[in-house]
């Protein structure tokens, strides 16, 4: 597609439901990467893909969160038992080149009550 | 890991006038350095990047200087227009990664 799209958009979870947000990069692109922004902050990094391979995982905040990315293309990342400070918008991005700007989807705005 | 500092949080200037943001960032081995615009409930899109072998880049009323030395990277936008407010992140990247680390964001108003 011409952007990265991210579903859903917006997501209200009850506190211990499991949810699953999902990343459509730019098609071609071999990098991926999730990140965290809460309210008033900058996005912080989660995890990183090149194609199938997670490369790095190293900003996951605890083993609740799971990403995966099966054949290099669409990216879900899941967490389990959501927790109020889960709530935060998560930002997927995609990148054609190392040390190139990304380009950022539209984010899906989870809310944990 | 890299931890980047930016200054101020908050800016408003009058429609026109230049707003100058600024960064630090403590990794000397951090080689590139992007600018984020965001505005309210949208994604962050990049408005201009700068390499470590550069120390300036100009792009229209955007520019970016670069001082390795002192580990500091600053934005600069003349002639601002109320379509310039939003909250502005810089980052930083560690040569051979590709992980960005953001600054706190500035959110400019520009006064009509």
């Known amino acids: 597609g011409a952007g990265v799209s991210q579903s859903p958009r917006y997501k209200v979870a009850k506190r211990g439901q499991d949810v699953a947000l999902r990343c459509d990069p730019i098609s071609g692109h071999v990098s991926l990467f999730w990140y965290q922004q809460a309210l008033g902050q900058g996005p912080e990094f989660l995890t990183y893909f090149q194609n199938e391979a997670q490369l790095d995982k190293s900003g996951l905040p605890s083993d609740r969160f799971f990403a995966e990315r099966p054949e290099g293309s669409v990216s879900t990342l899941k967490i389990q038992r959501t927790q109020q400070e889960d709530s935060a918008v998560y930002l997927c991005?995609?990148?054609?080149?190392?040390?190139?700007?990304?380009?950022f989807g539209s984010g899906t705005r989870l809310t944990v009550v | 890991g890299e931890n980047v500092e930016q200054h101020p949080s908050t800016l408003s200037v009058q429609e026109g006038d230049s707003a100058v943001i600024k960064c630090t960032y403590s990794?000397?081995?951090?080689?590139?350095f992007p600018w984020y615009k965001q505005e309210l409930g949208k994604r962050p899109q990049l408005i201009i990047d700068i390499r470590s072998n550069v120390g300036e880049k100009k792009d229209q009323r955007i520019a970016v200087t670069l001082n390795k030395t002192a580990k500091h990277f600053s934005l600069h936008i003349t002639e601002t227009q109320p379509e310039d407010s939003a909250v502005y992140f810089c980052?930083?990247?560690?040569?051979?990664?590709?992980?960005?680390?953001f600054g706190t964001g500035t959110r400019l108003t520009v006064i009509p």
């Open positions: 991005a995609s990148s054609g080149r190392v040390n190139y700007g990304y380009t």
């Open positions: 980052a930083a990247s560690l040569s051979g990664a590709n992980n960005l680390f």
């Open positions: 990794d000397s081995a951090s080689n590139y």
